[in-house]
């Protein structure tokens, strides 16, 4: 053994104390951390030829990335959908790291604790008992993986075996959605389906969710062609969702598979205020939830649901491995889902469901609800600001009070100051041509006090903007 490593083997628990001391720093000042620095240029590093040992690393990565990490898992990081880390899940994440084991199959207990969580979250959901669940390392991933069980199931509809002969082998492929999430285009793109595979139905009026009229009118125009229908559970814009009880309904008189990407709009379920935007989701064929979402766990976690284990193994099987066991005996992970070795991941997700159960989820979201709608009217009290949609769950789409054509060029001034101070982070979108910007809340610290804070900020950041526009307009 290497000396630097005998050092350390004989320094473990110094080590973990003193990481455990320099994360719990960290975290004691992350309610009042920066959301956003400006980033130096790092000069180019060097392996070094001898190691330091642990203890030294620890200080290297403080002397040089330490004054330049933000509150990304703080109460004010509104930006994209992402969560914090709760207590339980950093407790979990660092043991799977700890036991670094793969689960695969029976024969280890990694296997069981996976199978265990899957469980705890269907019920969590309120999903029916026959969803084989799977963790993946993101919502993306998990659309690869629903949208791949998708492929084989459409290749079946046409006698055509595309694990075997490759998605070009397919004689027609029909994949509709309203307004897929930009991860089921790069799905595509990985699945050699195709980015232009997708067929863009209408929204309803002023809204993100898909007319199933038109759906209809397009299954009438292609009668007897079965296809793969992308539903949203939660559009990232405006928290929009399909209409999951009339597809269900169109489900059984038409063959297609339904696909519902519920990353974070999934957690409606656990909410008895909010459990009706998923009525009628038991019907899907695969279901996308993402855990380093509204979970609050830390990156990469999300879960696939299917009903289609015989498609899923014949796409995801790693057969010839006599080590791996036989595929369609032996049940493995392994011929379940895109890797094969695999971290962990469930076990932060397995703490933080202990630790804060049904009721504690519940709370949360209704409470990030509660405060993204309180956002939403004091914006609009402010005068300086106006909703593009009613705020439906966790996010806030809005815009500045401006003239349209000087639009882009106040919200791009509005971020860039926004970043500048570091107070929340939000991010800019574009909503049904008008540029905006959406603030997500789904992270377990954020309180009333924050949306104080957050209303000042753009308040007076709206306010600089608009007498400097004024100064400029008058020149
Ligand atoms: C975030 C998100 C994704 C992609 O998730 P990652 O975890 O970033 O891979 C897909 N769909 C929806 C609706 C999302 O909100």
């Given at each position: 053994?290497?000396?630097?490593?005998?050092?350390?083997?004989?320094?473990?628990?110094?080590?973990?104390?003193?990481?455990?001391?320099?994360a719990?720093d960290f975290l004691s000042h992350l309610h009042e951390e920066k959301v956003s620095k400006?980033?130096?240029?790092?000069?180019?590093?060097?392996?070094?030829?001898?190691?330091?040992?642990?203890?030294?690393?620890?200080?290297?990565?403080?002397?040089?990335?330490?004054?330049?990490l933000v509150a990304n898992a703080g109460p004010r990081y509104f930006g994209f959908?992402t969560g914090g880390v709760t207590p339980?899940?950093l407790?979990?994440?660092?043991?799977?790291?700890?036991?670094?084991?793969?689960?695969?199959?029976?024969?280890?207990?990694?296997?069981?604790?996976?199978?265990?969580?899957?469980?705890?979250?269907?019920?969590?959901?309120?999903?029916?008992?026959?969803?084989?669940?799977?963790?993946?390392?993101?919502?993306?991933?998990?659309?690869?993986?629903?949208?791949?069980?998708?492929?084989?199931?459409?290749?079946?509809?046409?006698?055509?075996?595309?694990?075997?002969?490759?998605?070009?082998?397919?004689?027609?492929?029909?994949?509709?959605?309203?307004?897929?999430?930009?991860?089921?285009?790069?799905?595509?793109?990985?699945?050699?389906?195709?980015?232009?595979?997708?067929?863009?139905?209408?929204?309803?009026?002023?809204?993100?969710?898909?007319?199933?009229?038109?759906?209809?009118?397009?299954?009438?125009?292609?009668?007897?062609?079965?296809?793969?229908?992308?539903?949203?559970?939660?559009?990232?814009?405006?928290?929009?969702?399909?209409?999951?009880?009339?597809?269900?309904?169109?489900?059984?008189?038409?063959?297609?598979?339904?696909?519902?990407?519920?990353?974070?709009?999934?957690?409606?379920?656990?909410?008895?205020?909010?459990?009706?935007?998923?009525?009628?989701?038991?019907?899907?064929?695969?279901?996308?939830?993402?855990?380093?979402?509204?979970?609050n766990?830390p990156?990469?976690?999300?879960?696939?649901?299917?009903?289609?284990?015989?498609?899923?193994?014949?796409?995801?099987?790693?057969?010839?491995?006599?080590?791996?066991?036989?595929?369609?005996?032996?049940?493995?992970?392994?011929?379940?889902?895109?890797?094969?070795?695999?971290?962990?991941?469930?076990?932060?997700?397995?703490?933080?469901?202990?630790?804060?159960?049904?009721?504690?989820?519940?709370?949360?979201?209704?409470?990030n609800?509660?405060l993204?709608?309180?956002?939403?009217?004091?914006?609009?009290?402010?005068?300086?600001?106006?909703?593009?949609?009613?705020?439906?769950?966790?996010?806030?789409?809005?815009?500045?009070?401006?003239?349209?054509?000087?639009?882009?060029?106040?919200?791009?001034?509005?971020?860039?100051?926004?970043?500048?101070r570091g107070l929340v982070y939000l991010?800019?979108?574009?909503?049904?041509?008008?540029?905006?910007?959406?603030a997500a809340l789904v992270n377990w610290r954020t309180t009333?006090q924050d949306i104080?804070k957050v209303?000042?900020e753009?308040?007076?950041?709206?306010?600089?903007?608009?007498?400097?526009?004024?100064?400029?307009?008058?020149?």
């Amino acid at each position: 053994m290497n000396a630097s490593f005998r050092h350390d083997l004989l320094q473990f628990s110094e080590l973990l104390q003193q990481t455990a001391d320099y994360a719990g720093d960290f975290l004691s000042h992350l309610h009042e951390e920066k959301v956003s620095k400006a980033m130096p240029s790092f000069p180019a590093a060097a392996l070094p030829e001898k190691g330091m040992g642990a203890a030294a690393a620890l200080e290297a990565f403080d002397n040089r990335f330490g004054d330049h990490l933000v509150a990304n898992a703080g109460p004010r990081y509104f930006g994209f959908v992402t969560g914090g880390v709760t207590p339980a899940a950093l407790a979990g994440d660092w043991l799977a790291a700890t036991i670094d084991m793969n689960p695969a199959d029976r024969s280890a207990v990694s296997y069981h604790i996976e199978t265990e969580t899957i469980a705890l979250l269907r019920q969590l959901f309120g999903l029916p008992e026959d969803y084989l669940g799977c963790f993946v390392s993101g919502a993306t991933m998990s659309n690869f993986t629903g949208l791949a069980t998708a492929r084989q199931w459409l290749g079946a509809q046409q006698g055509v075996d595309v694990a075997a002969d490759g998605a070009a082998a397919l004689k027609a492929v029909h994949i509709l959605s309203a307004t897929p999430h930009s991860s089921v285009y790069k799905a595509l793109s990985m699945l050699g389906l195709g980015r232009n595979a997708l067929t863009l139905l209408p929204t309803l009026p002023d809204r993100e969710a898909a007319d199933l009229q038109a759906l209809k009118a397009w299954i009438a125009g292609h009668p007897d062609q079965p296809f793969i229908y992308i539903a949203s559970a939660g559009t990232v814009n405006t928290v929009d969702f399909d209409d999951l009880q009339e597809l269900a309904a169109l489900k059984k008189e038409h063959t297609f598979w339904l696909h519902i990407d519920a990353a974070f709009g999934g957690f409606a379920a656990v909410s008895p205020r909010y459990r009706h935007l998923l009525n009628g989701w038991e019907a899907a064929d695969s279901i996308t939830i993402d855990a380093h979402k509204w979970l609050n766990v830390p990156y990469d976690a999300a879960m696939i649901y299917t009903r289609h284990p015989q498609l899923q193994l014949a796409v995801f099987q790693n057969p010839g491995a006599a080590y791996l066991g036989d595929p369609a005996a032996n049940f493995n992970y392994i011929h379940y889902a895109p890797e094969n070795s695999r971290r962990l991941r469930s076990l932060p997700a397995w703490f933080s469901l202990q630790a804060y159960g049904a009721e504690g989820y519940r709370d949360m979201v209704e409470s990030n609800i509660r405060l993204a709608r309180q956002l939403g009217e004091r914006l609009v009290q402010s005068g300086h600001f106006r909703l593009l949609a009613p705020v439906r769950m966790c996010v806030v789409c809005f815009s500045l009070n401006q003239p349209a054509d000087r639009l882009q060029e106040h919200i791009h001034l509005f971020l860039q100051q926004l970043v500048k101070r570091g107070l929340v982070y939000l991010t800019p979108t574009v909503y049904k041509g008008t540029p905006a910007i959406r603030a997500a809340l789904v992270n377990w610290r954020t309180t009333d006090q924050d949306i104080d804070k957050v209303v000042h900020e753009l308040e007076t950041i709206a306010t600089a903007i608009s007498d400097l526009s004024a100064i400029i307009g008058n020149n």
